[in-house]
């Protein structure tokens, strides 16, 4: 029912696998900062064309892994649709509201939201709203090639807390009965593919099962954390998780820190001097004092924290409740493997 798969001319710059042989990353374990990214041209691409991977581990030929992609595009897919065989991709929109189309039919996905369309489901993305017809859309998609994303454990929280189930969204219904020719882009093993088809993939009147795409409202949020003293580990932040084949390890944790009170006593607000056998990377989504669409790498074993002018300010803050991040989200990316920048990122 489609003329064959051919190589994709047009993006090069999506890499899925990160080991030393691949002369497309760079292997340092540098604490790296980002003012906020650009893709040159961007205006001018669509959502493919305007993907460029940030970084990543593993290798999506061994489900083992994630990646992180930055996206910019100032034009839509048009009759042109994609979907990854090589892992679920968390879209985290920074600037511009998305309309994610998929087979499940459509998503609304404005900043501060996520969206997750799993493996090998076809999509397409515009940009709707105000933000339309001004800037490029840009943000964040992140990948991970095995597994899926699921709720984390709760263990001793109980039944609710974190991201509750019951504010997950699927996709509004929609079909197309559109005979004309279509380009189907395809992420197979960390290289892109293209076919061409006669109709719309998106005329999928009825499915079966639980493998749906999802959003979720990160103002929705439940933020728990220590009232009495020190600070809790990052985990209880999580939103959304990745388990890996270790426990007590993640392939990938999406964590989430939004606005919040901070209760604790006799002890220093910014989070102290440590290194983690787990590999950190932030993005700024709105507020806070980095720039939007900044972000951060900390790896493993090197130190990791906030920078020396806010550890400087830290020692000024009065003990007692203060609240923390008001207006802002600032969102974290945990994994029990290295993060290997790829050479765009570090150019």
């Given at each position: 029912?489609?003329?064959?798969?051919?190589?994709?001319?047009?993006n090069?710059?999506?890499?899925s696998?990160?080991?030393?042989d691949n002369p497309?990353?760079?292997?340092?374990p540098?604490q790296l900062?980002?003012?906020?990214?650009?893709v040159?041209?961007?205006?001018?691409l669509?959502?493919?064309?305007?993907?460029?991977?940030?970084?990543?581990?593993g290798?999506?030929?061994?489900?083992?892994?994630?990646a992180?992609?930055?996206?910019?595009f100032?034009?839509?897919?048009d009759r042109?649709?994609?979907?990854?065989?090589?892992?679920?991709?968390?879209?985290l929109p920074?600037?511009g509201?998305?309309?994610?189309?998929?087979?499940?039919?459509?998503?609304?996905?404005p900043?501060n939201?996520i969206?997750v369309v799993?493996?090998?489901m076809?999509?397409?993305?515009?940009?709707?709203?105000?933000?339309?017809?001004g800037q490029?859309?840009?943000?964040y998609?992140?990948e991970?090639?095995k597994?899926?994303?699921e709720l984390?454990?709760?263990?001793p929280?109980?039944?609710?807390?974190?991201?509750?189930?019951?504010?997950?969204?699927?996709?509004?219904?929609a079909y197309e009965?559109?005979?004309?020719?279509?380009?189907?882009?395809?992420?197979?093993?960390?290289?892109l593919f293209?076919y061409?088809?006669?109709?719309?993939?998106?005329?999928?009147v009825?499915?079966m099962?639980?493998y749906?795409?999802?959003?979720y409202?990160?103002?929705?949020?439940n933020?728990?954390?220590?009232?009495?003293?020190?600070?809790p580990?990052?985990?209880?932040?999580?939103?959304?998780?990745?388990?890996?084949?270790?426990?007590?390890?993640?392939?990938?944790?999406?964590m989430?820190?939004?606005?919040?009170?901070?209760?604790?006593?006799?002890?220093?607000?910014?989070q102290?001097?440590?290194?983690?056998?787990?590999?950190?990377w932030?993005?700024?989504?709105?507020?806070?004092e980095?720039?939007?669409?900044?972000?951060?790498?900390?790896?493993?074993?090197s130190?990791?924290?906030?920078?020396?002018?806010?550890?400087?300010?830290?020692?000024?803050?009065?003990?007692?409740p203060?609240y923390?991040g008001?207006?802002?989200?600032?969102?974290m990316?945990?994994t029990?493997l290295?993060?290997?920048?790829?050479?765009?990122?570090?150019?």
């Amino acid at each position: 029912m489609h003329y064959p798969y051919e190589p994709y001319r047009g993006n090069t710059k999506v890499v899925s696998s990160f080991g030393h042989d691949n002369p497309e990353v760079v292997v340092t374990p540098q604490q790296l900062r980002w003012d906020p990214l650009n893709v040159k041209g961007g205006e001018d691409l669509d959502f493919v064309d305007g993907l460029r991977t940030l970084m990543g581990n593993g290798n999506a030929q061994q489900k083992d892994g994630a990646a992180i992609h930055f996206y910019q595009f100032g034009k839509d897919m048009d009759r042109r649709a994609m979907y990854s065989a090589d892992g679920d991709i968390l879209f985290l929109p920074v600037n511009g509201e998305l309309l994610i189309t998929t087979e499940f039919g459509k998503m609304h996905v404005p900043p501060n939201h996520i969206a997750v369309v799993q493996r090998n489901m076809k999509f397409s993305v515009k940009r709707v709203g105000d933000h339309a017809a001004g800037q490029p859309a840009d943000g964040y998609a992140v990948e991970v090639f095995k597994g899926h994303y699921e709720l984390p454990e709760l263990g001793p929280i109980g039944g609710n807390g974190l991201a509750n189930i019951e504010d997950f969204q699927t996709p509004t219904a929609a079909y197309e009965d559109e005979d004309a020719d279509w380009n189907i882009v395809a992420k197979y093993q960390g290289k892109l593919f293209q076919y061409v088809q006669g109709h719309s993939p998106f005329d999928v009147v009825a499915w079966m099962g639980n493998y749906v795409p999802f959003k979720y409202d990160l103002s929705k949020f439940n933020t728990l954390g220590s009232v009495s003293f020190d600070h809790p580990d990052p985990s209880l932040q999580c939103c959304l998780t990745v388990p890996s084949d270790t426990p007590g390890t993640s392939v990938l944790d999406f964590m989430a820190f939004g606005p919040r009170w901070s209760a604790v006593e006799n002890t220093f607000r910014p989070q102290w001097f440590h290194r983690n056998v787990m590999s950190e990377w932030v993005a700024c989504i709105q507020g806070y004092e980095y720039p939007k669409n900044g972000c951060n790498l900390h790896n493993i074993g090197s130190g990791h924290g906030p920078s020396a002018d806010v550890t400087e300010a830290g020692y000024k803050i009065p003990p007692g409740p203060m609240y923390v991040g008001e207006g802002g989200m600032m969102v974290m990316v945990e994994t029990y493997l290295a993060l290997v920048p790829t050479k765009w990122a570090i150019e």
